[in-house]
């Protein structure tokens, strides 16, 4: 992953351009699928995968539940999973999370409670005993988890993504440029940021403006909020118009590609969004190639709007 991007690149105006341009961002594309393989094959993100392995999947339901109660949590877990699965402790005064954890038990084939519900309730199947019954889903409980923020310990592997190189210019060109793409954008300072982990979102306006708007959060670091911007200018670009949306990690694959595609082109170093889109587990890296001419055509509009 030390490989860096060439210096920024330009096309002469002739009729041949789209052409050069068109066959530059597929060498690319080549390019980025190989840098994927490898970080998918690459210890680093061999640790951090197995780390995400050990977090549950929680309903949607639980998922509003924590994010009632702790609006910026990320990775939440009980607290003896904590200790011993990832040598992290609940910091002392520490509020939990509740959530509704399964009860699982044995069941009544019929009636589907537990044996003390089943008698409770009446119910008269009575083919099998009770300790032949499989176990299965009765109800929930009330549970409390601990935001990765609540604790100390040893640190949770993270993956690098950050693109790196001189942005400074390339910031407010892309300010810049948000009427000419139709896009609205924000940069949003760090204190009132509310969308967690996240470095950038597209949205609507409101209900009743459907023009998209991109936030992203402000940053030392002008080279990745400058690709941040790309990715979520491909969003809108891209993903705001379909009634029928691709699933979440195909558009993610095509705005980070995108944006991995107009970084380089300005000379930026995105050679970690291959851990990115290594991270979208589901999509092969051959997938970005078949999706190379969206790719392709929203790369080359975003670069037109910013070299006009």
């Known amino acids: 992953m030390a490989r860096s991007s060439d210096s920024s690149v330009s096309f002469e105006k002739t009729d041949t351009r789209h052409d050069e341009m068109h066959s530059t961002i597929e060498e690319w594309i080549d390019d980025l ?22 977090f549950h999947d929680y309903s949607h339901r639980n998922t509003l539940l924590i994010k009632l109660q702790h609006p910026e949590a990320t990775k939440v877990a009980g607290y003896n999973t904590w200790r011993n699965d990832f040598d992290r402790h609940v910091q002392e005064g520490e509020q939990a999370i509740w959530i509704w954890a399964p009860i699982i038990t044995k069941r009544c084939p019929e009636c589907e409670n537990s044996p003390s519900y089943h008698e409770k309730i009446g119910c008269e199947y009575n083919e099998t005993s009770a300790d032949e019954w499989s176990k299965g889903l009765v109800g929930f409980k009330p549970a409390p ?23 400074d210019d390339l910031v407010p060109a892309l300010k810049g440029a948000a009427d000419e793409l139709g896009v609205t954008v924000r940069i949003v300072d760090a204190d009132d940021w509310d969308h967690g982990d996240a470095k950038g979102v597209c949205k609507y306006r409101s209900l009743h403006d459907l023009q998209p708007v991109v936030e992203a959060i ?12 790309i990715h979520e200018y491909a969003h809108a670009l891209l993903h705001f118009d379909i009634g029928d949306e691709p699933e979440r990690a195909k558009r993610e694959v095509e705005a980070e590609a995108v944006a991995y595609i107009v970084g380089r082109y300005f000379g930026l170093d995105t050679s970690r969004s291959a851990f990115y889109l290594a991270a979208w587990q589901g999509d092969d890296p051959e997938a970005i190639q078949e999706r190379l001419g969206r790719i392709s055509s929203t790369a080359q509009e975003i670069i037109g709007s910013l070299v006009e």
């Open 33 to 54: 699928v190989d840098r994927v393989d490898d970080a998918q094959a690459s210890e680093e993100f061999q640790e951090w995968l197995d780390v995400q392995s050990r």
């Open 145 to 167: 988890v601990f935001d990765v923020s609540q604790t100390d310990g040893e640190p949770l592997p993270e993956l690098e993504t950050a693109a790196m190189g001189d942005a």
């Open 218 to 229: 402000a940053r030392s670091n002008q080279a990745d909020l400058a690709v941040t911007l």
